[in-house]
């Protein structure tokens, strides 16, 4: 298996630990793409990529709904994605994705988890090369006609970097900049698309001792109590 899967693994059990924490993330989501594209899935493909992500979580559709309602309102804020980068003790590169309706605030607590647990606020650029930006899909496997090498060549004008398939179902890694063609791709060949997203990859790892790593994760666990913060990224090897 590839890098992507790995990554994946090491994640799998920590990412949306908390119920709640999950619905407020898309949540934020839903805001953020119906304020871009509309409140119709049928012609707003990122609605629609949500929507397929709160099913995947289990958001009760009667909450999806007035997430889209209240969205939809015109005296609803919109959310701003700001991207932060900065260093965790030991030399581990992180990045810090967050959805915010007030800037300074999401900067100044941001900043204050990095100054109480020993790491470095960086300033824009420091980290992020050191990270690959993906996007990611997961489908059903009852629905692929083809196995899965010939999947993989169906998916080669997408540039698509890894397939495999888990308990969960089939899943598919690619360049960000692939997100669209891939969902339309998918959607046309009927394709049910379980949940898609993006992700950051580490392009080397920081390997560390058991007190080195929990050093880290205070960190980690910090920023992701921040209600802004909807995803963070290390270079640390699980």
């Given at each position: 298996?590839?890098?992507?899967?790995?990554?994946?693994?090491?994640?799998?059990?920590?990412?949306?630990?908390?119920?709640?924490?999950?619905?407020?993330?898309?949540g934020k989501d839903i805001?953020?793409?119906?304020?871009?594209?509309?409140?119709?899935?049928?012609?707003?493909?990122?609605?629609?990529?949500?929507?397929?992500?709160?099913?995947?979580?289990?958001?009760?559709?009667?909450?999806?709904?007035?997430?889209?309602?209240?969205?939809?309102?015109?005296?609803?804020?919109n959310y701003k994605e700001?991207?932060?980068?900065?260093?965790?003790?030991?030399?581990?590169?992180?990045?810090?994705?967050?959805?915010?309706?007030?800037?300074?605030?999401?900067?100044?607590?941001?900043?204050?988890?990095?100054?109480?647990?020993?790491?470095?606020?960086?300033?824009?650029?420091?980290?992020?090369?050191?990270?690959?930006?993906t996007c990611n899909f997961?489908?059903?496997?009852?629905?692929?006609?083809?196995?899965?090498?010939?999947?993989?060549?169906?998916?080669?004008?997408?540039?698509?970097?890894?397939?495999?398939?888990?308990?969960?179902?089939?899943?598919?890694?690619?360049?960000?900049?692939?997100?669209?063609?891939?969902?339309?791709?998918?959607?046309?060949?009927?394709?049910?698309?379980?949940?898609?997203?993006?992700?950051?990859?580490?392009?080397?790892?920081?390997?560390?001792?058991?007190?080195?790593?929990?050093?880290?994760?205070?960190?980690?666990?910090?920023?992701?109590?921040?209600?802004?913060?909807?995803?963070?990224?290390?270079?640390?090897?699980?």
């Open positions: 298996m590839g890098r992507a899967f790995e990554f994946r693994k090491a994640r799998k059990m920590k990412r949306w630990s908390a119920m709640a924490k999950t619905f407020t993330r898309i805001v953020m793409a119906v304020k871009e594209g509309g409140p119709n899935p049928e012609t707003n493909a990122r609605l629609r990529a949500v929507i397929q992500n709160a099913k995947a979580a289990n958001m009760p559709k009667d909450n999806v709904e007035r997430a889209i309602k209240k969205a939809s309102d015109k005296d609803t804020a700001v991207l932060f980068e900065g260093y965790a003790p030991h030399g581990v590169a992180l990045v810090v994705e967050t959805a915010t309706d007030n800037n300074n605030r999401t900067v100044a607590n941001v900043r204050a988890a990095f100054n109480k647990c020993d790491g470095n606020f960086g300033t824009s650029g420091s980290v992020i090369f050191m990270f690959d930006h997961r489908v059903k496997a009852e629905d692929l006609k083809m196995n899965l090498e010939e999947f993989e060549l169906e998916l080669i004008d997408f540039d698509v970097e890894e397939v495999f398939e888990d308990e969960d179902g089939i899943l598919i890694y690619a360049p960000f900049e692939q997100f669209g063609a891939i969902q339309k791709y998918l959607e046309e060949n009927n394709l049910e698309i379980l949940s898609s997203g993006f992700e950051r990859i580490p392009t080397t790892t920081t390997k560390l001792s058991e007190e080195q790593q929990a050093d880290v994760e205070k960190l980690l666990e910090k920023l992701e109590e921040d209600d802004d913060v909807q995803n963070v990224y290390h270079s640390m090897e699980m």
